[in-house]
């Protein structure tokens, strides 16, 4: 007897070698495919006639096929196939067509599925790029048992899971669609299969329906359900599915706060020794936004419960002295406080700041000068043992280094505070580890823990990934900045680019060029974001249904092989040439150096260089020895250096609207105009168009967050889901933002005060089932 806990591979039609395939994308069970939603639905009940398509939208159609043909272009093969309504035809391409070339004959029905472009040739005609096409069964065909899943109603479409049938056909759509009808029926037959996993009480003064109802008008909606409202997931029944994803989430955020409420941490007093010690650092005055966020930690320093706090600031909004301040609450208690950064030159920058901060300055509560220490994986041996023990043995007041360093290989004497920078580079999972480190003397309270990041994170994510934690915002940039103008241009504008530098040197200033790769084809940087989003993918198969885009990149595939189909009418010769070398640091610092900006002085700063020759270029390039600075991104965080004034980013389609950002926050640190140019070389398809738009039209870091967020999905936001991000199996957090609020209002509610209506095994259930699905989800129980 089936149950949702059943193992895929006892389910009809799966057997063993489907449900390995269908496990490597987390499906292992039959709750887990059910939970597998349609990602989009079409509508083959009322289809939109041809008549009243209209041109570059996404859209399905039904129709006969009337004719179709192989042609053989110099660069491709070409499938060209119409499909008509009555008189009303449409017709489809497909690029390196070649194996569809017997799959269709004329009078079958089709379901396509692709974006619409109107024909050069004919006016009021269309022509459908790439579609996705699903071959509709025939009433009087064999399988008519399942023609009512196909035809007739609104059809659901699944995102492909991986994996063939025995006889080594896609696991298409259709083959899903037959699988969950089946599922669905059995589970249907008998009650209570489908246990409940929200008190009723809540469902019904919420109105949503049960779990089992959800479930299945969700993979097949009832006659007249609106499309749109499928589409954008805000029928009753995936409000339903996703508010009990996101209520258990919110309730296991709720645990995590309330456990940290109860355990013990330090108490830091900030009397007038402590703000006179804050004072003397001060090299500028603060914002009002600085001082509000000091004001924030240092009320949290006081309580007796270790801190979480997160802090964000946009990039140059002045993060860095906040958080030496904090360390020296920390340090003027007779605490140590430690400071760790994503990267060495991060870490090294940090350290040589601080040195700059403190110099000079005497702690009022001993009378004598700072001690800091810098701990990264480059220094020798020796070096390091040594500094371990400065830590260990309480000389060194604050410590400084690579967050691996600092939290596998260190203990302190006396650790109060840790501070984290640029968070999302670590991935969440390790704070928790983080805040368990006990001091040498075997004290158990807990250092406060302040996360710092300059990655604006949209509130929605924010919400999640930082639910646990208090949050602060410096949403003011120090006073003096003026926007970098920001310039889109391309390779072949080189010399001009070029030439441009060499006159920003001539004026004094100093200059960056940053590189996706190294050399050659070696990356520096495990995070370059769309390395491989290149045009060549146009060539890629992807006409059947069966092989739908990964929901995560939504719709942006879809767009994306219409958009390069587009391009290949008119060239489809450059569209298919080789892809062409990167423009590389390495090459480009030499090919510079002895070329365009001969002459100048030049550095070359990439993750392959020692620690050592990295912190002399840095600090040359610092102290104004050297005019340009050729980079990869290993200088995208926190590089400081108020001189430079451009920023020229090679390559520009292959970067992340966050990395840019970054990039382009490395300037306009001074008082002169600043300048970001943003190269590119080769195709720049649709979405890199948009960032690089974004980027010249706005510089508020949350409105490129958000874009970034849209385009790449949760998942990839903060690189992958190693980065501890929740995967959700229904949610979305763009999407589903009034959902999330309704669940965290009812989680309140649920903790707070005591619906009557909710029995105390409803009560209980709840508290159960958060358990196990933290643990299973998120892996985020402690002990
Ligand atoms: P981020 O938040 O990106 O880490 P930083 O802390 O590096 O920013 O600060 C960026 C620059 O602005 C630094 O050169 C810093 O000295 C300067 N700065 C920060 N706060 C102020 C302020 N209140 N007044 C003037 N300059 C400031
Ligand atoms: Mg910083």
């Not at 023609?147 to 759509?173: C, D, N, Q």
């Not at 040197?505 to 989003?533: M, N, S, T």
Request: charged share 30%; hydrophobic share 40%.
């Amino acid at each position: 007897m089936l149950e949702l806990s059943t193992p895929i591979k006892f389910v009809k039609r799966v057997g063993e070698r489907i449900a390995d395939a269908l496990a490597k994308r987390g499906v292992e069970t039959v709750e887990d495919l059910l939970y597998h939603l349609p990602f989009r639905y079409e509508d083959r009940l009322n289809p939109v006639p041809i008549r009243e398509l209209k041109a570059w939208t996404m859209a399905s159609i039904i129709g006969e096929v009337r004719g179709s043909v192989l042609l053989r272009t110099r660069s491709m093969p070409i499938f060209e196939m119409t499909v008509g309504q009555g008189l009303d035809t449409v017709k489809c391409m497909w690029f390196h067509g070649g194996y569809l070339k017997d799959r269709f004959k004329a009078g079958q029905m089709v379901a396509l599925y692709g974006k619409l472009e109107a024909s050069r040739s004919t006016a009021g005609k269309f022509k459908m790029i790439q579609p996705q096409f699903e071959i509709l069964p025939a009433a009087d065909s064999p399988e008519a048992e399942y023609v009512s899943l196909e035809v007739g109603r609104i059809v659901p479409v699944y995102e492909f899971l991986g994996g063939t049938t025995a006889w080594g056909a896609k696991l298409t759509s259709r083959w899903l669609r037959r699988v969950v009808w089946g599922l669905l029926e059995e589970l249907d037959s008998a009650n209570d299969r489908v246990p409940e996993t929200l008190p009723k009480g809540m469902l019904e003064r919420l109105s949503l329906p049960r779990r089992l109802d959800a479930l299945r008008v969700v993979h097949f909606p009832e006659a007249g359900t609106p499309i749109a409202h499928l589409m954008s997931a805000t029928t009753p029944a995936h409000k339903r599915l996703i508010f009990e994803e996101l209520f258990y989430l919110e309730l296991g955020l709720e645990l995590k706060r309330r456990r940290l409420r109860e355990r013990e941490g330090t108490a830091f007093v900030t009397d007038e020794g402590v703000r006179k010690a804050l004072k003397q650092i001060l090299p500028f005055h603060p914002t009002a936004a600085q001082k509000r966020v000091l004001g924030e930690i240092a009320a949290d320093m006081r309580k007796p419960q270790p801190m979480r706090r997160l802090l964000q600031g946009d990039v140059g909004s002045g993060k860095t002295i906040v958080a030496m301040q904090a360390a020296l609450v920390a340090i003027e208690n007779g605490y140590q406080a430690a400071l760790m950064a994503p990267t060495e030159i991060l870490a090294t920058q940090h350290y040589l700041s601080a040195r700059k901060l403190l110099d000079g300055a005497i702690s009022p509560s001993t009378g004598k000068p700072y001690r800091v220490t810098l701990l990264t994986g480059s220094l020798d041996d020796a070096a390091k043992r040594e500094a371990r023990g400065r830590i260990y043995r309480g000389e060194t007041q604050l410590a400084i280094g690579t967050h691996a360093l600092i939290e596998e290989k260190v203990d302190f004497d006396n650790l109060g505070l840790v501070i984290v920078d640029e968070q999302h580079r670590f991935g969440v999972q390790q704070r928790f580890r983080l805040m368990k480190k006990p001091g040498a003397d075997g004290r158990l309270s807990e250092p406060d823990v302040l996360v710092m990041t300059a990655t604006p994170i949209p509130r929605p994510l924010a919400l999640t990934l930082y639910g646990d934690l208090e949050t602060s915002v410096i949403d003011e940039l120090p006073p003096g900045r003026s926007p970098v103008v920001t310039r889109r241009t391309t390779e072949e504008r080189a010399e001009d680019v070029w030439a441009f530098v060499r006159r920003r040197v001539a004026a004094g200033q100093q200059a960056y060029i940053v590189y996706p790769v190294i050399e050659g084809a070696k990356d520096d940087h495990p995070e370059l974001d769309f390395a491989r989003d290149e045009t060549g993918e146009a060539a890629s198969k992807t006409a059947d249904q069966s092989t739908a885009p990964l929901k995560r990149k939504g719709s942006a595939r879809d767009n994306k092989s219409s958009r390069t189909g587009r391009k290949a009418q008119g060239s489809t010769e450059k569209l298919f040439a080789p892809k062409k070398a990167l423009r590389a640091a390495t090459d480009m610092y030499e090919e510079l150096q002895s070329g365009a900006l001969a002459g100048l002085r030049l550095g070359l700063l990439h993750g392959k260089l020692s620690a050592n020759d990295k912190e002399v270029v840095m600090r040359r390039f610092q102290r104004g020895e050297i005019d340009v600075l050729i980079a990869t991104t290993v200088i995208e965080v926190g590089v400081d250096v108020p001189n430079a004034s451009v920023m020229v980013i090679e390559h520009a389609e292959r970067f992340g609207l966050a990395q840019m950002h970054q990039l382009r926050g490395r300037v306009g640190r001074g008082a002169a105009k600043s300048y970001c140019i943003l190269m590119t070389g080769g195709q720049v398809n649709e979405h890199a168009d948009a960032r690089l738009n974004a980027m010249v039209g706005t510089q508020n870091g949350f409105e490129l967050a958000e874009l970034d967020l849209e385009q790449r999905g949760p998942g990839e936001f903060f690189g992958t889901r190693q980065a501890g991000m929740p995967e959700f199996r229904v949610a979305n957090l763009l999407r589903d933002r009034a959902v999330f609020e309704l669940a965290k209002a009812e989680v309140a509610r649920f903790v707070q005060q005591p619906d009557p209506r909710i029995t105390r095994e409803e009560r209980d259930a709840v508290w159960a089932r958060l358990k196990q699905q933290w643990q299973r989800r998120y892996g985020l129980v402690e002990a």
